[in-house]
Every structure is written in C-alpha cells, then in structure tokens.
C-alpha cells in the first residue's frame, strides 16, 4: 500500500486563520509538513504559533482568492520560500443566506466567485508547477448541502455543488501527471458559526444526525490528512457527516 509521507512536504491551506481550516493546517503540521497559511488578511499571531508548536515551518501569505492575479502571486510567492508545493487544501468560503425570492444577484454570485471560482483560481495557478513536478494532491472543502440543497442556500449549495463537479474533472485531468484530487463535504460541525445557532435549531438537527451529535473541527482535520496520505484515492467525495447524508 503506497502513503504519502507528509514530513517535508508543503502544505497550502486556504482560508486558514480559523476555524476548519486552521484544524486542518495543524493536523498537517502535526505530520511534519511545512505550512503556507492563507487568508484575506494577516493570520492571527496565535494561530501561527499553535502551527509553529509542531517544529515546522510556517508562512503567512495573505491573498484574496477571487483575484486571479493575487492568486498567481500567491503561488509565486510560495515557491520563492520552498521550491515545492505538494498538496492544496481549498477551504476558503463564505455564506449569505436568505430565501431564493429574496437573493440579491450580488449575493449569489459573491458566494459563487469566493467558493466556487476562488478554488477554481488556485488549481489553476498551481497546475503547471504541479504538472512540472509530476505530483500533487489537491483537496477541496465542499458540504453536504452541495448534495442536499438547503432552505435559503441556494447560493452555498450551487458553489458547493460545483466544487464536487470541479474536483472531479480536475481529478480525470490531472491524473495522467500524477496529481490527485479529492473533496471533503462535512455536515453540522461545531465551529464559531454554528455555535450561534439557537438551542432548538441545534435539537432539531440533532435528531436528522444518526450520531447524534455535531463534528469536530479535528475530524475534518482528519479526514484531509488521509486523502492527502493514500495514494490511490481520487475523484471522490468524503462525507464527514455523522451519517446525516447516508443512503
């Protein structure tokens, strides 16, 4: 059985100064890879300590994904501090939710250029090196609501969506070169968002999850670092979900 060794391995994360994606950056530093932490601005100091705490080495690139040119600067700028890059995590999202009547096409297509063109734009600024390397793992945050839908996501749920669909041409393209890609679609899992719901949202929703209970930041976590590991994985969509979506 063929893993990846992570240990000096380089690592992108999008959307990384908290929450999942911060999860899954210390999960990979954890394995001893070198982490590149991205968001639209400057990581909190004690997020890129608690990387750092792993003894490894940890960047700090800020770049705001819609902007294909930020992109291209940003890949650049990782390869000036490492001359390679092994595996991107596409995390960076945002939500707008209201009821389809009542959406703003603005609204609409600003979570679909953040979610959905944002991953586009980093796979596509990291292909060619990838492909010159003749390796890479690619592995993007879709949700379990891009297999659902969902009352007043309908924008979530179309760049979700879309992210399943992306990750797996981008998974036929790129396996000829070595390059694997994959996504993870997590259901209710308990970060700052979902913290704010209320106590009889939370109950509702319990009762559709078979596990009973919401997921873990570091579940997510782990089921990244696996993707990245197993080398003959690709093309798929991993549910972390409690079985909220099972059929």
């Known amino acids: 059985m063929n893993n990846l060794d992570l240990s000096q391995k380089t690592v992108l994360v999008t959307g990384s100064t908290q929450g999942i994606g ?3 950056a ?3 530093a954890k394995k001893g890879a070198t982490i590149i932490l991205n968001g639209r601005h400057a990581a909190p100091a ?3 300590e608690s990387i750092k ?8 690139i800020s770049a705001d994904i819609t902007d294909e040119k930020a992109v291209a600067a940003l890949i650049s700028s990782i390869y000036e501090v490492t001359d390679h890059l092994d595996v ?5 999202g945002i939500v707008k939710d209201t009821l389809l009547n009542r959406m703003s096409e603005a609204d609409f297509s600003a979570v679909v ?4 063109t944002g991953t586009f734009n980093v796979i ?3 292909l060619r090196p990838m492909y010159k390397q003749r390796s890479g793992v690619f592995i993007n945050m879709a949700s379990v609501i891009g297999l659902t839908g969902n009352i007043g996501q309908a924008n979530y749920a179309a760049s979700k969506a879309g992210i399943i669909g992306l990750t797996k041409s981008v998974a036929k393209e790129a396996a000829m070169r070595g390059i694997r890609c994959n996504a993870i679609a997590p259901g209710m899992i308990d970060t700052a968002m979902t913290q704010q719901l209320a106590d009889k949202v939370k109950d509702g ?3 559709q999850i078979p596990l009973k209970r919401f997921g873990s930041t570091d579940e997510v976590a782990q089921a990244a670092v696996f993707l990245a590991e197993n080398e003959y994985i690709t093309g798929q969509t991993i549910t972390v979900d409690g079985g909220l979506t099972m059929q």
């Open 205 to 207: 929703i319990l009762t």
């Open 88 to 92: 991107v995590v596409n995390n960076a």
């Open 26 to 28: 210390q999960a990979f």
């Open 124 to 126: 596509h600024a990291c």
């Open 113 to 116: 250029n953040t979610n959905l």
């Open 53 to 60: 705490a792993f003894n490894v080495d940890c960047y700090d």
């Open 22 to 24: 911060l999860a899954v």
């Open 46 to 48: 004690d997020a890129i």
